[in-house]
Antibody, heavy 122, light 105 residues
Framework: QVQLVQSGAEVKQPGASVKVSCKAS????????MHWVRQAPGQGLEWMGW????????NYAQKFQGKVTMTRDTSINTAYMELNSLNSDDTAVYYC???????????????WGQGTLVTVSS | VLTQSPGTLSLSPGERATLSCRGG???????LAWYQQKPGQAPRLLIY???TRATGIPDRFNGSGSAPDFTLTISRLEPEDFAVYYC????????FGQGTKVEIK
């Protein structure tokens, strides 16, 4: 069965960076886009961008350009999302979510990770 | 931009819930989904392509509509259905509505 297991909660100081991992199992990792979604406390869902695990190609929402870097390591079926220059507005739960297969990018998110809470505090 | 209404829906178990999601004319019915989220949990896909239930979703959940108006209907609310519901369009990038909370009256 498809599983996405994310790394644990993080507490970071303002100005620092954080890197969240998402380990995939139960399917061919390289064949499916991986998306990242953010949810601030008490707020809604915000799409951040995707990575193509096969090519490493990325597409970031305009709001996050220059702020986020998505990478992957196909040898261990893991996607990463790194946020830089953290501030209090980045305090949120970050989810990875499996997107469409390589030839059909426009799909809903059938599988989600459990979420990783990132807290930015001095 | 997707606009969901109402913001909160107060209903009793057994009642029918009707949730609305309005987008622009550019929202394709092929690319409209609904998610359920409970506190402390990741969202769960309920409906995609406007009306197709995801794997394992009970048939009391039904999606309908066409641009710009889409609807999620829960025919008879079960205790486990009280949650927040989001619509999402995935035809032009990916965006979510702001959510509708279905609470126990």
């Amino acid at each position: 069965q498809v599983q996405l297991v994310q790394s644990g909660a993080e507490v970071k100081q303002p100005g620092a960076s954080v890197k969240v991992s998402c380990k995939a199992s139960g399917y061919t990792f390289s064949n499916y886009y991986m998306h990242w979604v953010r949810q601030a406390p008490g707020q809604g869902l915000e799409w951040m961008g995707w990575i193509n695990p096969n090519s490493g190609g990325t597409n970031y929402a305009q709001k996050f350009q220059g702020k986020v870097t998505m990478t992957r390591d196909t040898s261990i079926n893991t996607a990463y999302m790194e946020l830089n220059s953290l501030n209090s507005d980045d305090t949120a739960v970050y989810y990875c979510a499996r997107g469409g297969i390589y030839y059909d990018i426009l799909t809903a998110f059938h599988y989600w990770g459990q979420g990783t809470l990132v807290t930015v505090s001095s | 931009v997707l606009t969901q209404s109402p913001g909160t829906l107060s209903l009793s178990p057994g009642e029918r819930a009707t949730l609305s999601c309005r987008g622009g004319q550019s929202v394709s019915s092929r690319h409209l989904a609904w998610y359920q989220q409970k506190p402390g949990q990741a969202p769960r896909l309920l409906i995609y392509a406007t009306s197709t239930r995801a794997t394992g979703i009970p048939d009391r959940f039904n999606g309908s509509g066409s641009a710009p108006d889409f609807t999620l209907t829960i025919s008879r609310l079960e205790p486990e259905d009280f949650a927040v519901y989001y619509c999402q369009q995935y035809g032009r990038s990916w965006t979510f509505g702001q959510g509708t909370k279905v609470e126990i009256k």
